[in-house]
């Protein structure tokens, strides 16, 4: 079993989205989780010519339903999280995060994206199986103080771990 792992479902590798997810990751004590960054490990195109990804992981499915917290960012992209992390998901089949306690990372520009992006990838997750006690919403704005985002919903997480 893998300890913690993040899934960026960002379509930028390096995204702001992947680096508050891993200071939310370092707030629960695990200051270097596996990280599959979508947009290098999948590969998605919409023009004639086939596409390879740049980094592929042909395991990261089963890296996630073998995590023990799951760490699942994605941006809000026309008010949900993105269709890029929806593919990636779609391959799972229901109850295939069993055992998996998974957090949905989500950030937008305005606070009804946020907390609708959070509220539809929770719902994503807990489908799927996992233990998903509640999100993580974010405004960009904010992204300037990730120590302090990332300890308040630390400390917040820890007690929700507490009783899962």
Known sequence: MTDVVILNGNPRIGSRTGVLAA??????GSPDPQV?????AVAVGFGPEPVSPPSPQPDALDVITRARLLLVATPSYKGTYTGLLKVFLDQLPTGALDG???????????PAHAEATAADLLRLLRELGATAPSAVAVLESQLGDLAAIAARHAGRLTDEFARV
């Open 23 to 28: 200071a939310l990751a370092a707030a629960l």
């Open 36 to 40: 599959i960054e979508l947009a290098g």
């Open 100 to 110: 998996v306690v998974a957090v949905p990372v989500a950030v937008a520009g305005s």
